[in-house]
């Protein structure tokens, strides 16, 4: 898209220079020089804006907070006079937030006599340091736009809007004033996808200042998909004919693909659809009933939550107890029970309730004790007991069983946020000694908690045990609960060092598996006396590739990871090392992927192509409805360009993991059989879709999987007594065509 007289105006007045941009000092300077009174709204002015404002984007239901209590936050607020307007109209609680010491210096004194109760703070928006849940509405008028300027990394950008997503409230507002360029609106669709009601609208300038689109993003239950609503008027696009044109197109093209998400996914009813009996008398147990649930409302909640109810099969003896609510403290957690061989009907039979209600917490809960849940929860919880006179309602937090749990390190990245390295031991193992010691890393940020978990070996351990959590919740009040304590005295002594013979994930012990399997590329290569090319995206603690490295000696690794801090956390704390065979690359994968694919047009030969590309890495944002891979390396565009960088018989590898519903994982595939004739799946767990492996192949002739089969357990006959030789060979049996 091209841009339009509004974003030239902005980009003239804007400082030029790349760092100027990231720079607190430049932003300084540059405040200083134009002074408070010589300002210029970028967009358009309140006397346009306040129509739809105060009649539409700032309407509530009646259980939202009044006007003057609703909590509004104002990220980037340069000398915009858009606080003030608020402020006139009876917004009391505003916290207006920018980068510049001078501008929110200048600000406060402009406002301090006049609006009172309004709140200046200096901060960087990509690291607000206020609490999750905070504010009712979020109103950005061109601060992601000057973020995704064409010079400034697009992932500042994203972790923005991460921060968006964790302020606000459930039925909270994002406000987003914007040009609407490219790279801008396609963040912005693509990040409010999953939990989100969005509408676009426009606001005609004059013109010769363009147009500003508005974008409103309502804060919904994470596992809904809608389709965005537009309101720009017949006006813009006969004035602003090209402009106005390609925001239609995007709007388009994105509604198709939230269509192709939403149509396997499953439906969720809030508690008063349940009332009016839509799944039958929900006061009433029906055996093997099992209902989503969304649990919050607008005014009535901090936060939305997802849950599941189960009623269980009746047994000759009694239930111990007729309601039980497990809170799981992670999404992870909670994902896992359904991808689990058992399934959460297992669970159900453990938990011997008549009815169970499952809640997952996601990172949006990351600072709130169990107790501030339950309170949270409480009303809409007691809405779902049987009726039988008697009910309590038992309350049981689901943790990630462990025995014992110490912070090795804790570092903070512009790219990733905080990174943690932790040391813990589960109190239920297998395949390892008792009370062994495995290493584990996570980013804050991102949804799913562990990034990666290494078996360390040591000499000695002295631990204390965690006490059990389970409370009873009467019906009828409030009971409060008691977190357990997380001060327990627990120190690890010894020399450790992580083994690289284990792999705990089983996607990369799938990985190894599928590798070998289409493998006749690489026996090629090997008899030759060269090396197999292998590209894998994402390092995280470096896990894969050293152990690919130890048992595959014909694979020349190379590792191509965003963020040079992951980086040295993988060295310093996961014996992560490079050699001839193992290099590492800090740079956007997406275009190092692109400019291997087009070394064909650049007159280079097959020698610049990968034999493996794999994608290892986690999504940051459950706006995508993925746990893993990002959506970006699932998209087709992407695709098409990692098949132009693979070799003839080049493979391409890649998890995927979704949250909600089969739409997501049906979209994905599809995109898959566009670009590659082959395509092979292996499902992480018997019977279920959530998690699977993918592998595809450049090559268009199709693959006997069963004589490739035949053929790996021949080339491994005399290794066979090794137990990741039978783990790769029982899976390689589990993959199968797409």
């Not at 259980?63 to 104002?74: G, K």
């Not at 939990?195 to 919904?220: C, M, N, R």
């Not at 490739?708 to 199968?736: F, H, P, T």
Request: aromatic share 10%.
């Amino acid at each position: 898209m091209e841009m339009g007289e509004n974003s030239v105006r902005i980009a003239k007045e804007l400082p030029v220079i790349f760092g100027h941009f990231t720079s607190q000092e430049s932003w300084d300077v540059f405040f200083s020089v134009r002074g408070v009174d010589d300002y210029s709204e970028w967009y358009a002015d309140w006397p346009q804006l306040r129509p739809a404002f105060l009649s539409s984007h700032l309407s509530f239901p009646p259980s939202a907070p009044p006007r003057e209590e609703l909590s509004i936050l104002v990220p980037a607020c340069g000398y915009s006079r858009l606080s003030e307007h608020l402020y006139d109209e009876g917004f009391r609680s505003i916290t207006n937030v920018d980068f510049s010491k001078v501008v929110v210096s200048a600000m406060l004194r402009r406002n301090v006599k006049e609006r009172p109760l309004m709140r200046w703070r200096v901060m960087d928006m990509t690291n607000m340091q206020f609490a999750n849940g905070s504010y009712e509405v979020i109103i950005d008028k061109g601060g992601l736009d000057a973020l995704m300027e064409h010079e400034i990394d697009p992932r500042f950008g994203t972790l923005y809007l991460s921060e968006v997503k964790r302020l606000l409230k459930a039925g909270g507002k994002y406000i987003c004033l914007t040009s609407a360029e490219s790279r801008v609106l396609g963040l912005l669709l693509s990040k409010f996808r999953f939990g989100w009601k969005v509408d676009l609208h426009s606001v005609a300038q004059d013109p010769s200042s363009g147009i500003t689109f508005v974008l409103v993003a309502e804060k919904y239950i994470i596992s809904h998909v809608s389709q965005i609503k537009s309101f720009v008027d017949e006006y813009s696009v006969e004035s602003l004919g090209n402009q106005v044109q390609e925001v239609f197109e995007a709007l388009e093209k994105e509604n198709t693909v939230r269509a192709e998400y939403s149509n396997g996914t499953g439906k969720w009813y809030s508690i008063e659809e349940l009332k009016l009996g839509v799944k039958g008398n929900i006061r009433v147990l029906e055996p093997l009933r099992s209902v989503c649930v969304f649990l919050g409302g607008t005014g009535l909640s901090r936060f939305f939550y997802n849950s599941v109810l189960f009623d269980a099969i009746p047994k000759e003896e009694p239930f111990t107890d007729q309601f039980r609510v497990l809170f799981f403290q992670n999404m992870l957690s909670f994902q896992d029970v359904f991808v689990s061989r058992n399934g959460p009907w297992g669970l159900v039979r453990g938990s011997n309730a008549a009815r169970v209600l499952m809640v997952g917490l996601d990172a949006s809960h990351s600072n709130l004790s169990l107790a501030d849940v339950v309170r949270d929860v409480t009303d809409f919880v007691k809405e779902l007991a049987p009726v039988d006179g008697k009910t309590d309602v038992v309350v049981t937090s689901v943790d990630e069983g462990l025995k014992w749990r110490k912070i090795v390190y804790e570092v903070t990245s512009a790219l990733t946020g905080t990174i943690v390295v932790e040391d813990v031991i589960y109190k239920q193992q297998s395949d390892v000694p008792k009370d062994s010691i495995f290493r584990r890393l996570y980013f804050r940020r991102t949804e799913t908690i562990m990034q990666s978990e290494a078996l360390l070996s040591t000499k000695e351990l002295e631990i204390k045990k965690i006490p059990a959590v389970s409370r009873t919740w009467k019906k009828g009040k409030s009971k409060k609960f008691v977190s357990p304590s997380s001060s327990d005295s627990h120190e690890s002594s010894g020399n450790t060092k992580v083994d690289h013979e284990f792999l705990a994930c089983e996607f990369h012990q799938g990985m190894i598996a599928g590798l070998l399997l289409f493998s006749i590329h690489s026996k090629r290569t090997s008899s030759a006396g060269g090396f197999v090319k292998t590209v894998i995206i994402g390092l995280g603690a470096g896990l894969l590739p050293m152990c690919m490295r130890k048992y595959i000696p014909s694979l020349k690794i190379e590792v191509v990871e965003l963020d040079p801090v992951v980086l040295k956390v993988a060295k310093e704390y996961f014996d992560f090392a490079e050699d001839e065979r193992l290099k590492v690359h800090i740079t956007d994968p997406i275009k190092f992927v692109r400019e291997i694919a087009n070394s064909d047009a650049e007159g280079k030969n097959d020698y610049f192509k990968v034999d493996v590309l794999i994608v290892d890495v986690n999504s940051s944002d459950l706006s995508s409805g993925l746990i893993t891979p990002e959506a970006e390396f699932v998209e087709e565009h992407f695709l098409v360009a990692a098949k132009e960088s693979l070799s003839y018989k080049g493979l391409l590898i890649t998890k995927l993991a979704r949250n909600f519903g089969t739409g997501v994982r049906t979209a994905v595939h599809s995109n898959l059989r566009k670009v590659f004739s082959n395509v092979f799946s292996m499902k992480m767990e018997v019977g279920e879709d959530f998690c699977e492996l993918i592998f595809a192949l450049k090559k268009e002739s199709p693959v006997e999987l069963g004589e490739a089969c035949a053929a790996l357990g021949r080339s491994l006959e005399y290794q066979n007594n090794k137990a990741w030789v039978k783990k790769a060979l029982a899976d390689s049996k589990m993959i199968q065509p797409l």
